[in-house]
């Protein structure tokens, strides 16, 4: 019995020193064919169980060897193959492996990120709300009159329900909908997106992020305001100079816009400060009593502190870009820009 399997293996040895082939799925066939686990090389491991000793061990010699020669022919035949593995659907595993890229953060998430880790510091905690909104969260409680501008359909994008929602124009209506659920001392910043019925250009967009921060407790003055911007201006930027413009918001009342001193040491400098050195970084001011009445707090036992700042802008002073759009393009060669930032 056991000459008729070496006979048999002898056969197959001939086989595969006439086999060739250039097609990589014949290649790959031909070896589980003879390999695999259920192949003739297993077969024949298999039935020597049935034969005595002195009979498996010239049989074993010789499946030994066309298993070793299966091995060899298929390495050298992969190898010396000029057909792409492409147009075959079983990977060739003998081809050099390619680089994978990394991902990176988007620069808006990387900036709203660091905004968020220099409030944190100084105890601000995080809250978020939905962005379709009411008229109530967005406008009346913050003192928007019904006469208001930003009513009006040319800025705010209004949704067609029974109930007039709209898509909230600014995160002040977290703070709104935090002041309702929550008493003094309340400290905390509201990340997110915004929408306003805008003409899309280089510096303004329909869509864009906000970071709004909130400060009530009992003997809140201006002067903690200005300290909390100062020690932001500085993280942030590493520019101590800075100043406050008087202004106007509804919801606060002083109001007040913060610039900082940017320098004009390079032509950049002169562009995006309009040969002044001065940037115009956020808005603030003390929250109005009406404010705080529309949201069940007693204004005449608490007061607090209010500001807002557009997170695109920020990123726009910090990496030099001129152009809001850019952010939204998902433009590959501008996002790998940010890969070493952290």
């Known amino acids: 019995m056991s000459f008729n399997m070496v ?3 002898k056969e197959h040895l001939d086989i595969v020193e006439s086999f060739d082939s250039q097609d990589s799925k014949e290649i790959e066939n031909f070896r589980i064919k003879y390999l695999g686990k259920k192949g003739v090389v297993t077969g024949f491991f298999k039935s020597m169980g049935q034969l005595s000793p002195q009979d498996r061990k010239p049989l074993g010699q010789i499946v030994n060897q066309l298993k070793t020669e299966v091995a060899q022919k298929v390495k050298s035949l992969k190898t010396h193959s000029k057909v792409s593995n492409s147009s075959s659907n079983v990977p060739d595993a003998t081809r050099p492996g390619f680089q994978i890229e990394s991902g990176n953060r988007h620069p808006i998430s990387i900036v709203k990120n660091k905004i968020i880790e220099i409030f944190s510091t100084i105890g601000f905690g995080l809250s978020e709300g939905p962005e379709i909104e009411d008229d109530w969260h967005n406008f009346t409680a913050l003192n928007f009159p019904k006469h208001h501008p930003a009513r009006d359909m040319q800025d705010t994008f209004y949704l067609k329900t029974p109930e007039n929602y709209l898509l909230r124009t600014h995160t002040s209506t977290v703070q709104v909908r935090h002041m309702e659920t929550h008493q003094p001392p309340i400290r905390i910043i509201s990340p997110g997106r915004v929408f306003r019925s805008e003409t899309i250009t280089a510096r303004s967009h329909c869509l864009f992020h906000q970071i709004e921060g909130l400060y009530i407790n009992e003997k809140v ?9 100062e020690y932001f201006c500085q993280s942030l930027f590493q520019k101590s100079k800075m100043r406050l413009r ?39 001011g003390m929250v109005d009593p009406n404010v705080l009445d529309n949201c069940s707090i007693d204004s005449n036992k608490f007061s607090g502190y209010a500001f807002g700042l557009g997170i695109e802008r920020i990123a726009m002073l910090l990496y030099q870009i001129e152009d809001i759009r850019l952010f939204y393009e998902n433009d590959i060669r501008f996002l790998r820009q940010f890969k070493s930032v952290i």
């Not at 003055?221 to 911007?229: G, H, P, W």
């Not at 919801?251 to 950049?268: K, M, R």
């Open 7 to 9: 006979d048999k293996v």
């Open 221 to 229: 003055s201006f002067a903690d305001l200005k300290q909390t911007i």
């Open 246 to 284: 008087p202004s106007y918001f509804p919801f606060t009342e002083p109001s007040a816009e913060v610039d900082i001193y940017w320098g004009l040491e390079t032509e950049v400098d002169h562009r995006i400060t309009k040969g002044t050195g001065w940037l115009e970084i956020m808005g603030c």
